[in-house]
């Protein structure tokens, strides 16, 4: 039975988000009405669209927006590029983006977007059109003052940038504040790039310093050496963290001593990092198992289970990545005394500087990048210790009080505009 439910978990993260919605609004003790309209997102548009290939052919796509919650503000989240993108995985991820904005108090719902293709096996005019043609067939939904996109899996600051124009187009004048992430000639912000994986560097300092920990020696597992992963590796080891084990799409390597990280960079740069050497390779799932102080879950969903969490021997698991541990491994862990830094606060840093970057679209008046930084890390820390903060009030999970955060403050606001 209890491979089962694991099971339909891996599959549908809209139920997952579900149940952690449930937990947090019992603690609160918020109506059922209040829980029942954060159950399911308030809008999702489903479209298809054709797109003419470089062989000459039409091929038709499938897209889909989902906004949660618009009762604090406009709805803001990523557009992602992927083959295997589903519309519960889009709603599920509207719905935690929602909980992302409200732990670091932007005024802010949730929403979220993709499109079934493969970007991979596009050239860069397929993917300019497709991109055109998506923004082209949800643009009457989005808007700066109604749902802010962002760039997500497979998705580039290019890609938001070719979407701002075709929407000023349809609007008849320049419009950079319908979307963030772009190139920072068109709008974009010093600081985003880095902005999630700098986010999650500071959650894991304030982390550490509650746990009486220095950074300085601290060994670190990443699992996912992608933008966010990649970006945290580099950022820890500059304070002082061994980076021992890393892993991408192709595998996993590991050095107890610690990898040389510029050497690592450069494989994955141009060739494969399983180059690094025959005899640091290893399985992809054990890095998720190492002896470590900290383990940062930056690629897939759903990867620290009922199965494994037990195995699990980091001291902090800081999820850079969206949704990475399941509601049962959550409760092992929890158990086990793992302090898991969930991903709507470990992983805000990046929605938080698109906030600054929207900001600094609507005032025309653009910021430094240490001015940035800096905001960001005020966000970060102020969020961090109120989760904390709540989590010790009511012994439970950080990730249960980012969510009482968040649910508190959406309800207060569906409350003031006589929602409920």
């Not at 590796?233 to 050095?255: F, H, K, M, P, T």
């Amino acid at each position: 039975m209890l491979e089962t439910t694991v099971t339909e978990e891996n599959l549908n993260p809209f139920k997952i988000a579900q149940r952690q919605i449930e937990k947090a609004a019992s603690l609160l003790q918020l109506p059922e009405e209040v829980v029942e309209i954060l159950k399911q997102p308030k809008r999702v548009l489903s479209v298809t669209f054709p797109v003419k290939m470089d062989n000459g052919k039409v091929k038709v796509f499938e897209g889909y927006r989902s906004q949660h919650n618009d009762a604090v503000g406009p709805t803001k989240g990523g557009i992602r590029f992927h083959p295997d993108v589903t519309l519960d995985e889009v709603k599920a991820l509207s719905m935690w983006m929602s909980f992302k904005c409200g732990v670091v108090g932007l005024p802010y719902g949730g929403g979220k977007g993709g499109v079934i293709c493969d970007p991979r096996e596009m050239s860069k005019g397929e993917l300019e059109r497709v991109s055109r043609a998506f923004m082209e067939a949800i643009h009457e939904i989005v808007g700066p003052e109604k749902d802010i996109p962002a760039p997500d899996v497979y998705t580039t600051p290019q890609i938001m940038g070719w979407m701002m124009d075709t929407y000023s187009r349809l609007r008849g004048h320049n419009s950079p504040g319908v979307i963030t992430g772009k190139p920072l000639i068109i709008g974009g912000s010093k600081g985003r790039n880095e902005a999630t994986a700098r986010g999650c560097v500071f959650a894991i300092q304030d982390a550490l310093h509650d746990m009486g920990k220095e950074t300085e020696g601290a060994t670190v597992a990443i699992q996912g050496f992608g933008n966010a992963g990649r970006i945290a590796a580099r950022l820890l080891a500059e304070l002082g963290c061994n980076i021992v084990a890393v892993s991408d799409s192709r595998g996993a390597i590991y050095d107890a001593e610690g990898l040389d990280l510029a050497k690592v960079e450069r494989l994955k740069d141009h060739s494969n990092i399983l180059e690094y050497g025959d005899s640091h390779i290893i399985p992809a799932t054990q890095l998720l198992e190492l002896d470590v102080d900290i383990l940062v879950p930056a690629a897939l969903e759903n990867v620290i289970t009922s199965h494994n969490a037990a195995q699990i021997k980091a001291s902090i698991v800081a999820e850079a990545a969206n949704g990475p541990t399941t509601p049962e491994a959550d409760a092992i862990l929890f158990e086990k005394g793992v302090k898991v830094i969930p991903d709507i606060l470990a992983n805000a840093g990046g929605v938080t500087v698109s906030y600054f970057e929207w900001v600094q679209n609507l005032m025309n008046y653009y910021w430094s990048e240490e001015e940035v930084n800096g905001k960001l890390k005020v966000a970060m820390s102020d969020a961090y210790r109120a989760v904390q903060s709540l989590a010790t009030r009511y012994k439970t999970d950080l990730r249960t009080a980012a969510y009482m955060i968040s649910l508190e403050r959406i309800s207060k606001a569906m409350e003031a505009r006589g929602w409920v």
